[in-house]
């Protein structure tokens, strides 16, 4: 049977939003869950997994991440994923070298950890002193702060648990000695194909910059990601419709009648596999979706954190929510201008609201 972008578009909804099962499991499931520090009304990492986890509550990760199988770290974005799939990147060498100066502070601070078993950031700055430095957006921050991150990002240090969202450090076992070339080719295909499973269906400009983004997570093999991108074209399942190329995971076919989206109504977070990609979510449901929270507020168009509204297999709108005085609420906005008139999407939505509202642990 041909494909269609009507099949595309069950397929994109479908595979994702799997039947609820366990914590572990969904994180094994969907590879990688984006992490983000805003809530409104909730993180993330927790709105995305509320709909695929059951009896999921806000903060169940953090809570629970000590005794899962699971890192937090780089991957085409930061976030949570299997030890597995952690695993796949290390031993990573950074682009930017350390000097010996550099190393020196890193060892002690390893030592300082590996003493203690795990240390919180403050306690790290308020033995060493480092000061303050620059970060990212140009203001001031703790220079241990930073220093933690970066060896973090080496690999130095695992995440051990949160404390009131501030990562707490652990040291984390060496990895053994650089891999060799053919071992590399087979986990950048191995890290290409987890993209895959949570992303697809995916436009084949998509899946090129997805693999420009593994380049955060294994920057030691930035060279090998052409070869990597060409050896997943040929093996991939796609195909081309209405003029561009879609690839997906081998032994999946996006015009069997097994996806076949619910019925239910969900505000899905911006960082949904759902609504991640952009271009793919013009193309699927024909209109612009913007994250618009680092948008200045004259400028939004649909709100600070704006959640998608999915409706079967379409996004329909978006929400904006808010928790005031313990009660959840709610102002959403339409593509084609107001709300279906459908008893069905009308009790849908009614209860999505008391789903929202119990994920967040909410009376009333």
Do not use: C
């Not at 572990?24 to 992490?35: E, T």
């Not at 937090?72 to 290390?90: I, S």
């Not at 002193?129 to 930073?146: D, E, I, L, P």
């Not at 890290?191 to 992303?199: A, E, R, S």
């Amino acid at each position: 049977m041909p494909i269609t972008l009507d099949h595309l578009r069950r397929h994109a909804v479908a595979r994702t939003l799997f039947k609820p099962t366990t914590l572990s499991r969904a994180i094994d499931k969907l590879g990688f869950v984006q992490a983000d520090p805003i809530r409104a009304p909730a993180r993330a990492q927790d709105l995305t997994l509320r709909h695929r986890v059951i009896g999921y509550r806000a903060g169940d990760l953090e809570r629970r991440y000590p005794k899962l199988p699971i890192e937090e770290d780089f991957f085409v974005n930061y976030g949570f994923l299997p030890r597995a799939h952690h695993h796949l990147m290390h031993p990573r060498t950074p682009r930017v070298a350390w000097t010996p100066a550099r190393w020196k502070q890193a060892r002690a601070v390893l030592d300082f950890i590996a003493e203690r078993g795990i240390a919180h950031p403050r306690e790290v700055d308020a033995h060493f002193a480092h000061g303050k430095a620059t970060n990212w957006f140009g203001g001031a921050s703790n220079a241990s702060t930073q220093l933690l991150d970066a060896m973090h990002y080496r690999g130095l240090l695992r995440v051990a648990r949160r404390d009131g969202g501030t990562r707490v450090y652990a040291t984390r076992a060496g990895d053994p000695t650089p891999v060799d070339a053919d071992t590399a080719s087979a986990r950048m295909d191995a890290l290409i194909d987890i993209v895959v499973g949570k992303y697809a269906p995916l436009p084949a400009s998509s899946l090129a910059q997805l693999v420009r983004h593994l380049g955060g997570g294994a920057p030691q093999w930035t060279t090998q990601r052409a070869a990597a991108l060409a050896r997943a074209k040929q093996r991939l399942g796609q195909a081309r419709v209405d003029g561009i190329d879609w690839y997906w995971p081998i032994g999946e076919n996006p015009a069997s009648a097994r996806w076949t989206p619910d019925h239910a109504v969900r505000l899905l977070t911006p960082f949904d596999p759902v609504a991640w990609d952009r271009r793919r979510f013009e193309i699927l449901w024909g209109w612009t979706y913007r994250f618009e929270a680092y948008t200045p507020a004259p400028k939004r168009k649909l709100g600070y954190y704006a959640l998608p509204l999915l409706w079967h297999d379409r996004v329909i709108g978006w929400g904006n929510l808010a928790v005031s005085g313990g009660v959840l609420e709610s102002s959403l906005g339409y593509v084609s201008g107001r709300a279906p008139r459908d008893a069905g999407f009308r009790a849908g939505l009614e209860e999505e609201m008391g789903r929202i509202g119990w994920f967040l642990g909410l009376e009333e």
